[in-house]
């Protein structure tokens, strides 16, 4: 745990300049602790887990073929008023504990989403560009890496929201058997955990 919050301090500091309606927070004396602990209980959950187990029986023998034909049908359904596989995922159970996960942060996280053992989205808080995973790093380096890795990418400044965000991205154990079974990503609102640690400490 004391590496993964030295990691992610360290990917927090490398932030660059912001907007000059949005100077970046001081993040210098970030606590990631807290929040990493938030995380782990969540994907914990018996939910997560019966879930992704689920999803690697139903989709684990498919070819590469086949992973590409699903991503290609995700990224047609968002272009379209027809959304099939869109909505069966939106609507799963596991999205369904994401998204009360992510209201109950109250705009500290901003999307949450868990992948399979193949990187294909098992569930989400909102709709992601893409339905496969499995060819970016937040799951080569966490899944393909070992149940224990966790990677955070670089942090970036959202003008629409006008917020500095990050995707940190874990690889998800079974929490009976110890299994490496998927991985998650949950981007963090930085403007929001800053602000929010700065209220603490007064």
């Known amino acids: 745990m004391k590496f993964i919050s030295t990691f992610l301090a360290v990917s927090l500091l490398s932030i660059g300049s912001a907007a000059a309606a949005s100077p970046k927070p001081d993040l210098s004396g970030l606590d990631t602790k ?21 999803q690697n029986k139903r989709y684990g023998k498919l070819s590469e073929q086949q992973i590409t034909d699903l991503d290609n049908k995700w990224r047609s359904e968002n272009e379209s008023n027809d959304k099939p596989l869109i909505s069966a995922t939106l609507s799963s159970p596991l999205s369904v504990y994401l998204t009360r996960m992510q209201g109950q942060s109250y705009g500290l996280f901003v999307e949450i989403f868990v992948m399979d053992n193949k990187g294909l989205n098992v569930g989400q808080s909102s709709i992601t560009s893409d339905f ?50 998927g991985a998650a990503t949950i981007e963090v609102n930085l403007t929001e955990l800053a602000r929010r640690q700065q209220l603490a400490s007064k």
Do not use: C
């Not at 799951?139 to 393909?144: A, I, S």
């Not at 154990?173 to 079974?181: G, T, V, Y």
């Open 34 to 54: 807290d929040l990493l602990r938030q995380v782990d209980e969540w994907l914990s959950g018996e939910i997560v887990s019966l879930s992704i187990d689920a």
């Open 132 to 181: 496969w995973q499995g060819d970016e790093a937040k799951f080569q380096k966490t899944y393909d890496v070992g149940p224990d890795a966790v990677f955070v990418d670089e942090p970036e400044y959202d003008e629409t929201l006008g917020i500095w965000r990050v995707q940190m991205s874990k690889s998800i154990k079974h929490p009976k058997s110890n299994e490496l079974i």
